[in-house]
């Protein structure tokens, strides 16, 4: 690790008071340049700590940046992986509030139960199936805490991977009950079609990302827990929303799902 745990500490103080206060920064190195990997995990679980203390649950993890449309609109090459809690739940056709967070962005995912543990390394597609309880359509509403969403990629870990929110639900499938590479999603603006796209845009299949999340936290000598939820990545390029818009999400076969902005 290249910083020293004061510093960890206190950008993760800084990042989880961002959040917390909907206000946003330039990236942590700009100031950190020699940041690591771990040194970028280390703030994530930081974050975590302080969110656990103040009564959140862990329900599951994230992939993002796991499309070609993703990370060529973000300029960076590779997925990253962060937490999901309680706290950023949100119920289908329910709202989020615009005024809590600073520049959200909606994602459409396939979002994944695990009925058994799935841990790394040497976790491949087939894997991550044999391990799946069901799946379902998720939106994932980001929020960088970073100014513009400019970034790097150890700064977006570090920020738990832009966490925010999230919605699942509508129709859930067993995982052999559908085809995760040519399942088609519409993503709709206010009544418009927004984004458009099919599971493969995910690595080739959202479970790649799940194998890809498996053996990373295997490194880190942790798993995917029994029942975790885990949202395998956006499968187009994120679309932002402000207050009054609703955003529909329909994926073949598995049904809609709504959220709203106010
Ligand atoms: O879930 C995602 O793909 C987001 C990853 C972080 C980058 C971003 O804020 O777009
Ligand atoms: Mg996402």
Redo the contacts with the bound molecule.
């Keep these: 690790m290249a910083l020293s745990n004061d510093i960890i500490q206190q950008l993760a103080d800084h990042l989880y008071a961002c959040e917390a206060n909907a206000r946003d920064t330039p990236k942590i190195t700009d100031d950190h340049p020699d940041m690591d990997w771990d040194d970028a995990y280390a703030v994530q679980d930081g974050i975590l700590a302080r969110k656990l203390k103040n009564g959140a649950r862990v329900v599951g993890y994230?992939?993002?940046?796991?499309?070609h449309a993703?990370m060529q609109?973000?300029g960076?090459d590779s997925?990253?992986f962060?937490f999901l809690v309680d706290s950023g739940s949100v119920p289908e056709g329910g709202t989020v509030k615009v005024s809590e967070l600073i520049h959200p962005?909606v994602?459409p995912?396939i979002a994944f139960v695990m009925k058994r543990a799935l841990k790394g390394p040497g976790c491949n597609i087939a894997d991550v199936l044999a391990a799946t309880d069901f799946v379902m359509p998720g939106i994932?509403v980001?929020?960088?805490r970073?100014r513009d969403?400019k970034?790097d990629l150890k700064s977006?870990v570090a920020?738990n991977?832009?966490?925010a929110r999230y919605v699942v639900g509508a129709r859930a499938l067993r995982p052999e009950a559908v085809d995760m590479r040519t399942v088609g999603i519409v993503l709709e603006k206010n009544g418009q079609v927004v984004a458009l796209g099919a599971g493969a845009a995910v690595l080739g299949h959202p479970a790649a990302a799940m194998a890809m999340l498996a053996n990373h936290l295997g490194k880190r000598g942790q798993e995917i827990p029994a029942g975790a939820l885990i949202?395998s990545?956006?499968i187009t390029e994120?679309v932002a929303v402000q207050a009054g818009d609703n955003v529909c999400l329909r994926v073949q076969g598995m049904g809609s799902l709504s959220l709203r902005f106010a």
């Design positions: 994230k992939a993002g940046l796991t499309s993703k609109q973000m960076v997925p990253v962060g962005k994602e995912e994932e980001i929020d960088s970073y969403f970034f977006v920020d991977t832009s966490a949202l990545g956006g994120a």
